[in-house]
Nanobody, 126 residues
Framework: QVQLVESGGGLVQAGGSLRLSCAAS????????MGWFRQAPGKEREFVAT????????YYSDSVKGRFTISRDNAKNTVYLEMNSLKPEDTANYYC???????????????????WGKGTLVTVSS
């Protein structure tokens, strides 16, 4: 069982930056892929970024590529999402996710991902 707790959300102006953190419980963190998804009001949850268990492979959605960076610290059981050049359309609840599959399969969608945090709200004002 993996429990995930996100933090770091908040209100920021367009063009600003935020760093989200996700703390994971359990002794198997270094063997699981991690990711970030988001859900805006009235929209479906969408893939943002994923990272392999060792941190060497990452994937990004086209909408955030070049602006967001996912990373992890396996010694701290934590995954991060550094968000720069934020836009109003980045406003959403951001969810941390974990899977015993690969970082690539996590990008296919959220249906098969077993572990989720409760989310942290990011609001970008124009």
């Amino acid at each position: 069982q993996v429990q995930l707790v996100e933090s770091g959300g908040g209100l920021v102006q367009a063009g600003g930056s935020l760093r989200l953190s996700c703390a994971a419980s359990g002794r198997t963190f270094s063997s699981i892929a991690m990711g970030w998804f988001r859900q805006a009001p009235g929209k479906e949850r969408e893939f943002v970024a994923t990272i392999s268990s060792g941190g060497g492979v990452t994937y990004y959605s086209d909408s955030v590529k070049g602006r967001f960076t996912i990373s992890r610290d396996n010694a701290k059981n934590t995954v991060y999402l550094e968000m720069n050049s934020l836009k109003p359309e980045d406003t959403a609840n951001y969810y941390c996710a974990a899977s015993r599959g690969t970082a690539q399969t996590m990008t296919y969608g959220s249906d098969a991902i077993p572990y989720w945090g409760k989310g942290t709200l990011v609001t970008v004002s124009s």
